[in-house]
């Protein structure tokens, strides 16, 4: 045991953290875009694990076609735009529930990516192309100046856009489906660009990423969706416990962004203490099922029937 700790190097940790940082924000986009689906439209996209993928593959066959990185970000959202459209008619025109839309689209993608890749990985000379957003840790630096700047313009976007007549629409078509019908809202449509916007932000995330470590894989998206949620959650558990009722929009935006860093963080911090690579798949579910507990227990644990409940126990035992 003493040499278990005694192997353990707190500058190694620290020279770990800025990388950690750096891939939280750029996972930070895409639980922006699984915040759309999960919050707003109260609809389980299963698909975002494809369009990851799908921006990454995208991005960096354009980089090797000779593309401008920024550019081929832009070309990745487009390419997540496709894949959500293509959920959103699946569910609302052919009837399929959402899971099993979000399912097939994301099988269908697996295909797509080895057919743009034409392999199951491809990967960019890094000494060839200029990147901005790159884990070389000699300028990991502004690689998270950069990150955190497209994180904030993203969430001014998402905020001025929901707060819009057309934004209002989809966060009604979210909350009450069935009212937002009544007062001529097509929902169907409203599905559908959510499920859109979300996948393009998902996809633009798996662009930069492939970008940050030099090379894109067609299974580089599985398990997003965990990673993606367990962002959300955690950083509304840490909006609500810092900012309490005073959080408005633009807060749990940011916050969820503030989830993507503490998560990868936490995946930093377990590599660091040396636990199998093998485990990091259930000590991921761990933590997210924590983070969900927590607003769970602290609702009954004010609760006034179980208040109640326990006083009258207490009383009944001290008769």
């Known amino acids: 045991m003493a040499s278990y700790f005694a192997s353990l190097r707190v500058g190694a940790l620290l020279n770990a953290c800025p990388g950690g940082i750096a891939q939280g924000l750029i996972w930070g986009v895409m639980a922006l875009g699984v915040y759309l689906t999960f919050r707003m439209l109260d609809f389980a996209d299963l ?109 001014a976007v998402v905020y001025w856009y929901l707060g819009t007549e057309h934004g209002s629409a989809l966060r009604a078509t979210g909350n009450n489906p069935n009212m937002s019908r009544a007062q001529g809202i097509n929902t169907n449509a409203m599905k559908v660009i959510g499920l859109a916007i979300s996948n393009g932000l998902v996809a633009m995330s798996g662009g930069m990423l492939s970008q940050f470590q030099g090379f894109a894989d067609v299974n580089m998206g599985r398990g997003a969706i965990v990673v993606g949620l367990a962002a959300v959650i955690i950083g509304e558990v840490l909006c609500e416990a810092i900012i309490g009722k005073r959080q408005n929009f633009v807060w749990r935006l940011s916050f969820v962004v503030l989830g993507g860093i503490v998560y990868y963080l936490v995946y930093v911090f377990v590599l660091w203490l040396k636990f199998p690579a093998n485990d990091m798949k259930l000590l991921t579910a761990v933590v997210v099922a924590i983070f969900l507990a927590v607003p769970y227990l602290r609702a009954q644990s004010k609760n006034s029937f179980l208040r109640l409940k326990k006083m009258n126990r207490e009383a009944e035992k001290n008769a």
């Not at 921006?55 to 894949?83: C, D, E, K, Q, R």
């Open 47 to 155: 698909s975002v694990d494809g369009s990851f993928a799908t921006g990454g593959a995208v991005s960096i066959m354009l980089i090797l076609a000779g593309w401008n990185p920024w550019a081929t970000l832009l070309a990745s959202f487009a390419a997540g735009v496709l894949a959500g459209i293509v959920t959103g008619l699946l569910h609302t025109k052919l009837g399929i529930p959402a899971i099993l839309a979000g399912i097939l689209t994301q099988i269908s993608l697996y295909s797509i990516n080895l057919n743009i890749m034409g392999k199951a990985n491809q990967a960019i000379n890094v000494n060839s192309v200029t990147l901005d957003i790159t884990s070389n840790m000699r300028v990991i630096g502004r690689t998270i100046a950069i990150c955190a700047v497209i994180c904030a313009v993203i969430v």
